[in-house]
């Protein structure tokens, strides 16, 4: 017999915004390819999660993804879990579960890509952005967007480090950079042009693993990275999650042009509904300054880093392709992110978001 260990990852309860926990259990090595079904369901106390009370406290964790875990690197696995209540109910922070039920209310049938660009910041143990002086300030911004060289960027080992983990875990890793304020970094997850299963639960599964990888890795740099969505006050850009989709409709050359107005009418109508559940505090970063569209406007525009709804070259050019939701907070979930935009581009019930995940943050609705 042999054993490998399995680390459960889950999203927790954590107001105003949930948080990554995770928990490592020993399995039987796979015999020949491995299968959802290696991972037993496992419990944990909801009452130190803010999932439960402490007079009734087990939650139930449900394997529903894996992924081959890069650090451990022997054929042990990370595998995503959905949180249900003991009588077999998504779990009201279950927001996996909600976008599962807006794919299966219909949305599956558009074929839909996304691919997300998640901004972060890395902090040194003292609370300093990295790279940022002891008091006072770096220069101002210019120089740090794609920098490279001491002093330029910051924070470059640990990024690196994790796109290569990506790479082995075999997640839809698109490519990283660094970002315009000094300690700030992006990585995209998502459709990367190349015939492989990229649908929407995919995406958004592997965006919580390669969040997971992040802080796991930050660990061994003692670095602390946040998703906050204005880490910084004052002239420094926030930190984003642009959400870049396509419907098989929009990337069509026949039916793209049609597809993508339609789809822009639709989030101009429900913009409301949509920041609401784009990140705690997204107001702060929504300004109307440092690239964003004011949080009280909805503006979509072509090459436009000024809109809520960027049409890219590309799409503008050819008729049809993606566009980018340029709303998102860095602190968004992205299994509501998506949820929400197909429940919206695809014309499908709004309950089907409230009734089905009651998560922190839809709970504000
Ligand atoms: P930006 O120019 O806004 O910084 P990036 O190069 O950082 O853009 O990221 C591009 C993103 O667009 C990636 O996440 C990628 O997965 C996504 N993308 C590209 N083509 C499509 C498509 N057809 N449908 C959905 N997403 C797409
Ligand atoms: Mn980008
Ligand atoms: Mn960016
Ligand atoms: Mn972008």
Same mark, same amino acid.
């Given at each position: 017999?042999?054993?490998?260990?399995?680390?459960? @990852?889950?999203?927790?309860?954590?107001?105003?915004?949930?948080?990554? &926990?995770?928990?490592?259990? !020993?399995?039987?090595?796979?015999?020949?390819?491995? +299968?959802?079904?290696?991972?037993?369901?496992?419990?944990?106390?909801?009452?130190?999660?803010?999932?439960?009370?402490?007079?009734?406290?087990?939650?139930?964790?449900?394997?529903?993804?894996?992924?081959?875990?890069?650090?451990?690197?022997?054929?042990?696995? =990370?595998?995503?879990?959905? !949180?249900?209540? #003991?009588?077999?109910?998504?779990?009201?922070?279950?927001? &996996?579960?909600?976008?599962?039920?807006? =794919?299966?209310?219909?949305?599956?049938?558009?074929?839909?890509?996304?691919?997300?660009?998640?901004?972060?910041?890395?902090?040194?143990?003292?609370?300093?952005? !990295?790279?940022?002086? $002891?008091?006072?300030?770096?220069?101002?911004?210019?120089?740090?967007?794609?920098?490279?060289?001491?002093?330029?960027?910051?924070?470059?080992? =640990?990024?690196?480090?994790?796109?290569?983990?990506?790479?082995?875990? /075999?997640?839809?890793?698109?490519?990283?950079?660094?970002?315009?304020?000094? %300690?700030?970094?992006?990585?995209?997850?998502?459709?990367?042009?190349?015939?492989?299963?990229?649908?929407?639960?995919?995406?958004?599964?592997?965006?919580?693993?390669?969040?997971?990888?992040?802080?796991?890795? +930050?660990?061994?740099?003692?670095?602390?990275?946040?998703?906050?969505?204005?880490?910084?006050?004052?002239?420094?850009?926030?930190? %984003?999650?642009?959400?870049?989709?396509?419907?098989?409709?929009?990337?069509?050359?026949?039916?793209?042009?049609?597809?993508?107005?339609?789809? @822009?009418?639709?989030?101009?109508?429900?913009?409301?509904?949509?920041?609401?559940?784009?990140?705690?505090?997204?107001?702060?970063?929504?300004?109307?300054?440092?690239?964003?569209?004011?949080?009280?406007?909805? #503006?979509?525009?072509?090459? $436009?880093?000024?809109?809520?709804?960027?049409?890219?070259?590309?799409? +503008?050019?050819? /008729?049809?392709?993606?566009?980018?939701?340029?709303?998102?907070?860095?602190?968004?979930?992205?299994?509501?992110?998506?949820?929400?935009?197909? !429940?919206?581009?695809?014309?499908?019930?709004?309950?089907?978001?409230?009734?089905?995940?009651?998560?922190?943050?839809?709970?504000?609705?």
């Amino acid at each position: 017999m042999t054993l490998i260990v399995a680390e459960y @990852i889950w999203i927790d309860g954590t107001m105003p915004t949930a948080q990554i &926990r995770s928990k490592s259990r !020993v399995v039987e090595a796979p015999q020949s390819q491995t +299968s959802i079904d290696l991972f037993p369901e496992w419990g944990f106390d909801g009452s130190s999660t803010n999932q439960a009370t402490g007079d009734n406290s087990d939650c139930i964790l449900k394997p529903v993804n894996f992924v081959l875990d890069p650090i451990r690197d022997d054929g042990s696995f =990370l595998v995503m879990c959905e !949180v249900f209540d #003991r009588n077999g109910n998504a779990h009201p922070t279950n927001t &996996r579960a909600a976008l599962r039920r807006v =794919l299966e209310a219909g949305a599956h049938t558009q074929d839909a890509y996304f691919g997300f660009e998640q901004e972060f910041t890395l902090f040194d143990l003292e609370g300093n952005p !990295v790279g940022w002086p $002891d008091a006072g300030y770096p220069a101002p911004q210019g120089p740090y967007y794609c920098g490279v060289g001491a002093g330029a960027v910051d924070g470059r080992q =640990l990024v690196e480090e994790h796109l290569q983990a990506c790479m082995k875990a /075999g997640l839809l890793i698109y490519g990283t950079n660094a970002e315009v304020m000094l %300690g700030q970094w992006e990585f995209q997850i998502g459709y990367r042009g190349f015939d492989e299963p990229a649908d929407a639960l995919k995406t958004t599964d592997d965006m919580w693993f390669a969040t997971w990888l992040l802080h796991r890795l +930050s660990e061994d740099y003692d670095i602390k990275v946040s998703f906050e969505n204005k880490p910084m006050k004052g002239d420094w850009n926030g930190a %984003g999650c642009h959400t870049n989709f396509s419907t098989k409709e929009m990337r069509r050359a026949e039916t793209g042009k049609k597809a993508i107005e339609c789809a @822009i009418n639709q989030l101009a109508a429900t913009h409301e509904t949509h920041v609401k559940i784009y990140g705690a505090g997204l107001s702060e970063r929504l300004t109307g300054n440092h690239e964003t569209c004011s949080i009280n406007e909805f #503006r979509a525009g072509e090459s $436009d880093r000024g809109a809520s709804i960027r049409i890219p070259i590309s799409t +503008s050019q050819n /008729g049809y392709g993606y566009l980018e939701d340029r709303r998102p907070g860095a602190n968004s979930d992205p299994y509501l992110v998506a949820a929400q935009i197909l !429940v919206t581009i695809c014309g499908l019930d709004q309950c089907l978001m409230s009734e089905t995940a009651k998560s922190p943050q839809v709970a504000l609705l």
